[in-house]
């Protein structure tokens, strides 16, 4: 069967294009849509009656799902996504959600309240999830993905990310090296750890298990654990954290025992939220495209929307060390 | 007509209690839903028809609607909310959004999409919103008020709070009190100023307009602010402001000019969010009750959602001034 991507091949336009040409959106230019229709017509292309009455059932409204919406991360990339869907005439529902929400924002899904589903807080597979991708209904993984799920997902690069790191923190010399460690199911929290620790057994400065402790994603449990590697004889001298929230706990830590950040310990975090660059924390971070990312999951789903005989498609931005005042600024 | 309201006090329980009944809810007492059904007996209590059909359509599902998901003061509300109507078995989808959003958010509950739409950011009324509320619909006004419209309202009391501060900064001693100032619109920023400049005023130390400054309700605009008042020959020794977020701005632009947090000068924020008690800002500020807002929220819209007729009732919590490191600790 002819597809919408044949099309947008043949007329070399995305198919974003095409389903907007299908859709008479004004978005389009003359010529381009010339072209897209002359390309349809040469390639003998007919939205098929299914296909057409899912069309014209389209309620324009994407469903998203996330939880822990108390860590500024998920905020700033919802906003993101909100913007993302805005410049394409769709609507986005949140769903605030552990488990129950998933279910009920699969639900949502399938009985056509929203047309897709974005879910950027993933930490394992679920049966309910698996079968809805079984049933080929159109949903994007975004930020946290699963390698075991063929699916569309948006990543970014988090082994680089924490490779990146353990070369920085050796190149300046740092003797004494920890880690926070995240939470043990997201993705996220795994690569960073993984390229992390591989980096540095390469170098051959192996994590020391002493100087390491479990910070989960919280600020508070951060705190405490960092206050805990603060109080060794042989503190570490330079900590590296699983995201921006649990290095502020750590840098807190740090006040609360009156030691500096630089002079004294060196704190790391991972995301680059609005509030690394904050003047009080000064985060030296591994960036996230969020807005790059936020804009390819929209484009992901909205291209399965409108073929869901698209392969899985999978997409994993670089990510970029950010040096602030957390670490001296030292550039190498 | 004999209504859910006349059982609820014939038994001596809340509406909720009646509704759960009529719902056959495990979470009431097996002595208590025999007390409300002798009550419902008593009073010749029929839900009629309509209001039937009406039960029977619901979706279990609560719209929130949300501007602003960045500044944290929101997802921790929105964590209350979502908590809350859990408990109330209670299904919540979020609508990030200004006014298009709004507009979708009250289609959907005109359309049943959703039982009832919690509103945490109006800033204006609107056509679509009196509109709504004309026609009985479910709505909750939540955290920000509006004066004009009667309608189901929870909100603290921010004339109280910021008077609060303004005894608590003539009672220290602050020879030059400054104001960084919220947005024009909302409910909580009017009040908050308007409790703050009465009560100076009341003491004989109104509020000098070269010491106030325009902070939006963002941490840049507030740090720009900020750094603009620190940087006169007469700088303020303490600062008020609009919520916790401009406060942070406050405190980095005096990080960013070397001055020192309280010594230089004390800074004072709104809402004690949880950021407020991180070491690094450890803000003395004015609490809202977020728990207990959301509670009262989810409780009278549940109530209206059974019974449209009931009158607009208004719920103002009191608010309290927590007093943290960013004032050195002065107690009166």
Redesign the interface.
Known sequence: MVTSRHVAQLAGVSQMTVSRVLQGSSKVAPATRERVLAAMKEAGYRPHAAARTMRTRRTA?VGVVVAD??N?F???L??AV?RALDEADQ??????ATD??EA?ALTALSEG?VDGLIFTTVAESSAPLEEALRDGQPIVLLHRGLDSLPCDQVTTDNIAGGRAVADYLVAAGQPRIGYIRGPELPSTARYRERGFRERLAELERPLAAELTAPGGFS?DQA?AAMRELLARDDPPTAVFCANDVTA??A???A??MGRRVPEDVWVIGYDDI?MAS????DLTTVRQPITDMAHAAVRLLLERIDDRSLPPRQQNFPSELVIRRSTANTTL
């Open positions: 409204t919406i108390t500024p998920y905020p700033q919802l906003e909100g609507r986005m529902i949140l769903w605030n129950p929400g009920s309240t600020h705190r502020f706990g840098i807190d830590a006040v609360s609005a904050w003047d009080s924390y």
